[in-house]
C-alpha cells in the first residue's frame, strides 16, 4: 500500500507540471521536448529504412514526393521532410516527429488518386502537429515510473523503453508491441489532416471515397491502419459534415499555381 502511495504521488507531480493543450484545444499531457521527439522520430526512422524494403520505382516514389511536398508547404516551416516509399503490401503510412514519413506501397492500390493518398498523408502529418506521439510515449514514461519504483522494491527487471517509445510513435507493427493511438487523438487527426490537404489543394470530398475504399480493404476488419480508428461509419459521416467548412479552404488553394501529382497513377 505504502508502494502504491508513492507511485501516485511520482505520477501526480510529474502529470501537473506536463499538461497542456492541443491544437483543437483537447488536453494534453507532454513530458518530452520536441528536441527529445525530434531524435525519437529520426532513431525509429532510420531503424524502420534497415528493416524495411525502399522501393525503387522511380515513378510512384516521385508521386508521393509531390503529394508530401504539398502537405508540408502549407505548414509554412524551414524545417525539410524525408519522405520514403517502402515496397510492402501493407496499407499503411506513418509520420514521425523531427519530419519523416514513410508510406507503403500497398497503399497506393487502396488510395485510388492523389487526393486519397493526401487524405492519409495529412492525417498521418496531422498526428506529428497535434504532438500524439509525444502523448503516447509520456504516458509510457509515466507508466515506467511506476514500473521503476516497483522493480527497484521488487528486485525485478526493467522494460525495454525503446521498442515502448517506437509503439507510442505508432510504430506498432514494427516492433511487435501495440500503444495504438485513442479514438479522441484519431478523430483529431482527421480533422487536421483534412483542413492540411485542402489547404495544400487536394479535394476534401475524396477523403469520403478513400475511407469508403479502406473499409472495403482486407475483408472484414479493413487494413492495419484502420485497426485502431473510429467505426468506418462514424469517420465518414464526421468528414461528411466536415466538408462545409473546409471547401472554402480548398477553393482558396486552387487559385494558386500548384503541381499536378498524377505522374505514377498515369505511368
Known sequence: MKLNWVVAALLSVAVAGCVSKSPTGRSQ???????QMSQMGAESFAQIKKQQKISNDKAKTAYVNCIADRITDVLGTQQPWEVVLFESEQVNAFALPGGYIGVYTGLLEVAENQHQLATVMGHEVAHVLAQHGNEQVSRAQLTGIGMQVADAA???SGVDNKDLYMAGLGLGAQVGIMLPFGRAQESEADVMGLELMAKAGFDPKESIALWQNMAKAGGAQG???LSTH???GTRIEDLQAMQQQVMPLYAQAQKQSL???N????N
Open 29 to 35: 499531457v507532454l513530458t518530452f521536448t520536441n528536441a
Open 154 to 156: 521488487l528486485g525485478a
Open 223 to 225: 487494413p492495419e491502419l
Open 230 to 232: 473510429p467505426s468506418h
Open 259 to 261: 503541381a499536378s501529382c
Open 263 to 266: 505522374i505514377a497513377r498515369n
